[in-house]
């Protein structure tokens, strides 16, 4: 293994049953919790983050912290930048589960700066670029048509969608998640043109 996987010695995989129970916590108290961002999204934002983190030596235990925080905010306000809010929420979950003091501003920042009110200037750190690109990613290949239709479909036109997709694809930070999403981009940009070619110009 290369990384920080082995030199903590896994150390980092502590947090995530603690992290687990907290986000299950925060959900329930949310007002309006979106399904698009559940835990479902967590997970699979979480496994490209570790394949990420990997291959660039990146901080696991910043990672697994600010993944499973940084839509808190999402469940309160349907608002695609919500990175602020979620830092704000997340930051008395890590006081509570008593978080290593020394990392817990790389976390509020990478959780800060993961939406698109922020630029890409602002993402100083590894760990908030890869949690950027993991979580943008997630908009891709079957898993993104499906989110795509659920959030946006029959309220947004197809050509929005996929113009979407594009500004998300050349906002990615890191050309290693180029080459691991590439297939994804693809899929769902093919998927959409040809919905849109079936549907006729209203789609
Ligand atoms: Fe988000
Ligand atoms: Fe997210």
Aim: hydrophobic share 40%.
């Amino acid at each position: 293994m290369e990384g920080n996987m082995d030199n903590k010695t896994n150390h980092w995989q502590q947090w995530i049953p603690v992290l687990e129970k907290e986000l299950a916590i925060e959900m329930q108290k949310a007002p309006s919790p979106s399904e698009v961002h559940a835990k479902d999204h967590i997970l699979r934002v979480m496994r490209r983050c570790l394949r990420l983190g990997e291959k660039l030596g990146a901080d696991f235990e910043i990672l697994v912290a600010a993944v499973y925080l940084h839509d808190l905010g999402r469940h309160y306000i349907d608002d695609k930048a919500h990175g602020a809010l979620s830092a704000l929420k997340a930051e008395p979950v890590l006081e509570r589960i008593h978080f290593p003091q020394e990392n817990r501003e790389a976390v509020l920042h990478a959780i800060r700066v993961h939406d698109v009110s922020a630029t890409s200037e602002d993402r100083t750190t590894l760990e908030s670029k890869i949690l950027y690109d993991a979580d943008k990613v997630d908009t891709l290949g079957v898993v993104g048509v499906l989110r795509y239709i659920r959030h946006f479909y029959g309220r947004k036109s197809i050509d929005y969608m996929l113009d979407d997709i594009d500004a998300r694809w050349d906002g990615l930070a890191l050309d290693e998640t180029r080459k691991l999403a590439l297939q994804d981009y693809n899929y769902i940009k093919s998927y959409f043109t040809r919905l849109k070619e079936e549907l006729g110009t209203d789609a």
